[in-house]
């Protein structure tokens, strides 16, 4: 058992999608797996263990932002073996040509500075998707019929950002979207040799300030939820 996660041994399977939000856990869990039971509630963080067309899934939280999402990525690798982890969560568009309820494949991930920076000291280290799951995530979303994006992101450490002109630098050069925890999943997932993929719903967008209303949601972000599996395991 480690810290921050009350699983016992055995409970985590070794695919694992992270939503931000433990209720967002909760929902696909019990929307998308088969059996699910809940395996983690340390700090309210919640965890969901069952099963994918017979494949053992667990979707656990992992809070907002990069230090947080470092603990649970780092102890559900070091203590349970996890050797997949998706993050789906939502994210902003930067792009013109990126839509409201659009799906973003993260190929990379751009930030200031992740939990991870310490190890690298004066090297800009690139985090960058697992390319497996990569193709194999283009595919499901080929086939499902869902508008998709792949590309660079951008992981920010602020959610409030007042930087304006970083914003404008990071559209010019073509960054799809922003979020706050793909970077430090990608980093970690390197340091540790497992794979790692985010796949993100467009929830608003940062040019003309559109906004996925909140009853749209659930319909939205599932469509991420089976190309993370599809991704993983299909």
Known sequence: MSFHIGAKPGEIAETVLMPGDPYRARWAAETFLKHATCVNQVRGMLGFTGTWKSHPVTIHGSGMGMPSLSIYANELIRDYGAKTLIRIGSAGAMQEAVKVRDVVIAMTSSTLATPSR???????????????????????????????HVGGIHSSDVFYDERPDLMEALKRHG????????????????RHGVRALAVLTISDHLLTHEALPAEDRERSFGDMVEIALEAALG
């Open 175 to 190: 960054v799809l979207a922003v979020e706050m925890e793909a970077a430090e999943l990608y980093a970690v997932a390197a």
């Open 118 to 148: 310490g190890f690298f000291r004066e090297m800009n280290f690139a985090p960058c998707a697992d390319y497996g799951l990569l193709e194999r995530a283009v595919a499901a979303a080929r086939t499902r019929g869902i508008r998709f």
